[in-house]
C-alpha cells in the first residue's frame, strides 16, 4: 500500500488518493475529496485501515480538528468506514447525510447525530456551497446521493465511471472504456430503470469536474462522460432484460 497522494483537482478541493495493489487485478485507488474552507469538508473518509495515512494528508491542508463535515455518498465500508474516527479527532465534525441515510443506518452507526439533509439542500462552507443531491441506488444503495459544490462546479459522484488501477489524478481523456472495464470487473452498479435517467440529470448541472471515487478525476466533457456512462448503462439494462 502506497501512501496518499494529495493533489488539487478544483480551486480549494483537494482528492487524497490511496493505491491499493491486492484489490482487482490491476489495483484500486481508494480517493477522499477535502474541501478547503472556513468550514472544511471531508467527501468519503475510506476504510479504517487507512485512517491514519488519510487523516495525516488532511492534516497537511487544514488541522483535523478543524474539519466541520463529514461526508460520504453511501454507506459502503470505503465511503465512511472511518467515520466515528475522523469524528473523534474532529471535535466540531458532524456527519451530513441524507434523510433516508440517517434515518436508515446512520442514527445508529454515527458516534454523534448525524445532521439529514433534504434532497437540493445547501451546505455553506465560505466561498464553497455543496448542494445535496439524492440518487437512490445510484450508483447503488437506496441511501445513495452526490453532492455538487457550486462555486466550481465540482460533482463529487463516488464510485460513478470507476476505473482499475491508478491513473493521474486528473485527466480530460475519455475514460468510459475504463469505466466499462470496471463495470465488466466488479458489476457494482445497480441497473434499473432509473439508473441512466438519474446519471443524465447529473450532467444537466454540466459540472466542470467530476471527483471520482476510484480512478482518476474527470475534467473537460463531463457532461458527455456522464450521458456516456448512462448510455452504457442502459444498454447492459436493455441487454440483460432481451436475455
Do not use: K
Not at 490511496?18 to 478547503?36: K, S
Not at 439524492?134 to 441511501?143: A, F, L, N, R, S
Not at 457494482?188 to 480512478?215: E, F, Q, W, Y
Amino acid at each position: 500500500m502506497s501512501d496518499t497522494l494529495i493533489d488539487e483537482i478544483a480551486d480549494g478541493i483537494y482528492r487524497l488518493s490511496t493505491f491499493v495493489a491486492e484489490v482487482g487485478p490491476t489495483g484500486f485507488t481508494f480517493n477522499q475529496f477535502l474541501i478547503d474552507d472556513d468550514d472544511p469538508l471531508l467527501f468519503h473518509t475510506g476504510q479504517r485501515m487507512l485512517f491514519d495515512s488519510v487523516s495525516e494528508a488532511v492534516a497537511t491542508v487544514v488541522p483535523i480538528e478543524t474539519l466541520r463535515w463529514i461526508t460520504f455518498g453511501h454507506i459502503e465500508a470505503d465511503e465512511c468506514g472511518s467515520m466515528n474516527q475522523f469524528l473523534a479527532a474532529a471535535p466540531r465534525a458532524e456527519v451530513a447525510h441524507g434523510a433516508l441515510g440517517c434515518m436508515v443506518s446512520l442514527n445508529d452507526l454515527a458516534d454523534r447525530p448525524p445532521v439529514p439533509l433534504a434532497n437540493g439542500q445547501v451546505l455553506e462552507l465560505g466561498t464553497h456551497r455543496v448542494r445535496h443531491i439524492d440518487t437512490p441506488h445510484v450508483p447503488h444503495g437506496w441511501e445513495a446521493r452526490v453532492l455538487f459544490e457550486e462555486t466550481t462546479g465540482t460533482l463529487l459522484c463516488g464510485d460513478l465511471l470507476t476505473q482499475l488501477g491508478q491513473g493521474p489524478a486528473l485527466t480530460s481523456n475519455d475514460v468510459l472504456a475504463a469505466a466499462a472495464q470496471a463495470e465488466d470487473v466488479f458489476g457494482a452498479s445497480c441497473l434499473t430503470p432509473t439508473t441512466a435517467p438519474t446519471i443524465r440529470a447529473l450532467a444537466d448541472l454540466d459540472p466542470n469536474t467530476l471527483a471520482v471515487m476510484h480512478g482518476s478525476s474527470v475534467t473537460g466533457d463531463c457532461s458527455g462522460a456522464l450521458r456516456g456512462l448512462a448510455d452504457d448503462y442502459e444498454r447492459r439494462l436493455l441487454n440483460s432484460t432481451a436475455a
